[in-house]
């Protein structure tokens, strides 16, 4: 167990829908990134936050959006949902001191469109 | 250009052999940071080691160890002794930068340990 939370782990819904992904980071943990893995993309980096900040940004779609709230938790926003939004969903959090600033991983939360 | 490349898709070892899964990376940065991460098929992503680019000596944890050649930008994972519990996605990864940097993720190479 990583420490890292993400509910829920399943999540099945309808195109055009919007749904929220959450993320509780390890404790002690300030920063969040949020990952997309779907089967012809790899592991996709989205974006990341540090004590409530936005830190830098991948290939997120202007659909999705985020935040950390001051607790330290995070969101991730999808909407308007497409078929190809079907993915494994996974946040991840840092600490600087420790190790280089390894990401721990929660368990994803799997998302599916139909 | 790929920031982190893994060459083998998939590969095959005999259980208790040895098996050196290949990476390699390309930045320009002096600061950066190296480090493996294991998928099973349960799906979660399992950190397995670190290295830093200042560090000396290679990496090891456990059953792990980082055959880190900083001049040929390589940074291959060695598992000494397969177990067939070691059956998963390896994907190697870069912190470019310093601290809160960002990650890349290399393709991922699947492993299966015959027994």
């Known amino acids: 167990d990583s420490g890292v939370t993400q509910t829920p782990k399943h999540l099945i819904t309808a195109t055009g829908q919007r749904v929220t992904l959450r993320c509780s980071p390890r404790?002690?943990?300030?920063?969040v990134y949020w990952y997309q893995q779907s089967l012809d993309q790899g592991l996709q980096f989205l974006i990341q936050y540090y004590n409530g900040e936005e830190r830098a940004k991948g290939n997120i779609l202007e659909r999705f959006s985020a935040q950390q709230f001051p607790d330290l938790h995070s969101e991730l926003n999808l909407s308007s949902l497409e078929l190809g939004d079907s993915a494994l969903y996974f946040c991840a959090s840092s600490v600087r001191r420790d190790r280089g600033d390894t990401q721990y991983f929660g368990p994803g939360t799997r998302l599916t469109v139909l | 250009a790929q920031k982190i490349t893994q060459t083998q898709p998939g590969m095959f070892v005999q259980e208790k052999e040895a098996v050196t899964l290949d990476c390699t990376y390309d930045t320009s940065d002096p600061s950066y940071g190296l480090f493996w991460y294991k998928q099973p098929s349960s799906g979660e992503m399992i950190f397995l080691i670190y290295q830093g680019s200042y560090d000396q000596q290679n990496a090891t944890e456990g059953r792990y160890s980082l055959n880190f050649q900083k001049a040929r930008k390589s940074a291959n994972l060695v598992i000494s002794a397969s177990q067939l519990g070691d059956s998963a996605m390896y994907f190697c990864?870069?912190?470019?930068?310093?601290?809160?940097?960002?990650?890349?993720f290399g393709s991922g190479t699947k492993l299966n340990v015959k027994p």
């Open positions: 990864a870069m912190r470019e930068g310093m601290l809160l940097g960002r990650f890349y």
């Open positions: 404790s002690g943990d300030l920063s």
